[in-house]
């Protein structure tokens, strides 16, 4: 691992169930675990979609086939805050039953990153309780899962949860929110109960001994005469049995999608990175270190004093560091190495953990008006100051009947605004963003030149190559923004600094 990755917010997403709060931008951390109970159940679901985990059930949410809106609103409605570029629905669909089964202490199912966002609705062909086995099986088949790992998909998937009264009351008899029968006696427990109940004729599940009509649990379980379900009775191998199949169930993804290697927790990792001018001869270099720890308790005491808070995460302990410097202009930064007391230092493997002074958010002089329109500052190191300058923003757009965001790019030019300090003049630009978009993240490009080749003029025998001096391109990624924290009034944003 190298920073910066593109997987680095579902890095955090992943590992940080609790987290100060000024360190993860969008707040991203996790108060308790994704909604355990639900994400597990929306991602059958997306199964029976376009060849894999792609998300299109935003898309489908009106169909009758996926009745039960009301927990499944409310679980897009908790993953839509989570979304970004880098964190798509349908990876966020996959994290959460990594962090649903272990929030209920389950296995641990590797989490691997990459899965891209349909656009669009995608087939219908969901498992309901009333679908006749063939068609369910068929289902599960077209999915790449045979009548046995079907068997054991469905009995991984209930055991958390239940059936929700209010929106099938024709299973559980009762119309009422507070009717909500459960799979097993240990809902919030991933463990085998909802099989050893069901051998052992007390089971509550309200798909096995409710009305015929809708006992799809009980067709599914004993379609191969209970096979499957007598091996899931050893609670060991109902253990593996779910970790693989849970594990092959969200890497079940379009032929077009490559997932990254599984995301491990990385040691050392910068967080909330701000590098700005904030005065005629400085730029104010300011964040917060995260570090992993791995033996925190040294003779019953803790042996690190931290500065910024610590965070937690089912395995492992964080702890933040806070820190600001100011830097002259005329020195700039590329790149800084972290060191903790008397270790040695890290190095982001060798090379430190790059930077680019050439071109800096500034974040006290952006804002988002009336929380409509997003300006953005920049300060652009003079020797750029005539290369075109633009901003990438990635705006979240909401669309009634789509159960998630939807994320444009657009390309946002930064015009001069003839205001200069120091080595720095500043740009600005200024774009339209829906109310909701509150954390609206953004690129900064100084656009220069990607390539280093020469130029080849001439034609034929004549031709000769011209050295032209090539200005390279300045990208600085991906800006979590919490703008709105500015000024919210129609009055516009505060003003820029002068000399
Ligand atoms: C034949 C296939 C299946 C059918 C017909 C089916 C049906 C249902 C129904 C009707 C509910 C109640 C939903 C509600 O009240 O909101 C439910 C809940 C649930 N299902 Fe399934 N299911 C199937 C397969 C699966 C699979 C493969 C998984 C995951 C691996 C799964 C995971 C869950 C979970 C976790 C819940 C609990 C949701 C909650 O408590 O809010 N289901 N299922």
Redesign the pocket.
Known sequence: YTWPSWTDELEDIMYLQISPPPVLPSDKALPNGFEP?????L??IK?TGKGGLDASLMYEMERPEN??N???NATFGFFTGYQSIRSSMADLLALGVYT?VRECSGPVIPFRAGRIDATAAGETGV???T?DLQT?IA??EKAGFDKSE?IA??A?????????GN??PD?TGDSNESS?PR?DSS?ARFDNTVVTEYFEGNTTNP?VVGPHA?N??LR?FTSDNNVTMQNLRDPAAFRTTCTS??QR?IDTVPSTVTLTEPIQPVDVKPMALKLSVTSASTIRFEGSKRRRVFDVYDNGDDVEVSTGGQGLGFDDHFQFYEFATDIPHTTGISSFNVQYSTEPLHTNGGGGFPLHSEILAQPLQSCVAGLKQMKIVAAVRNDRAQIPVHAVVYVKNYTPGVFGAVIEKRKVELVSTGKSVGEYTFFSGSTEVSDRSIFTQYDLVSEGDEGEEDEVCGEGEEEYEEEVEMVEMVKVEFLSTALFAQSQDESGCPALLTA
């Not at 109970?37 to 159940?41: C, E, I, M, V």
């Open positions: 109970r639900f994400t597990t159940r991602l059958m199964l009745q039960g009301e927990g499944l649903s498992p309901e309780p679908t369910t289902q599960f079907m998909m469905v991984c998937g209930h055991t958390l949860g239940g059936v929700h929106d099938f299973i909500f799979f809902t798909l809708t799809s649990d599914v199949i849970l169930m």
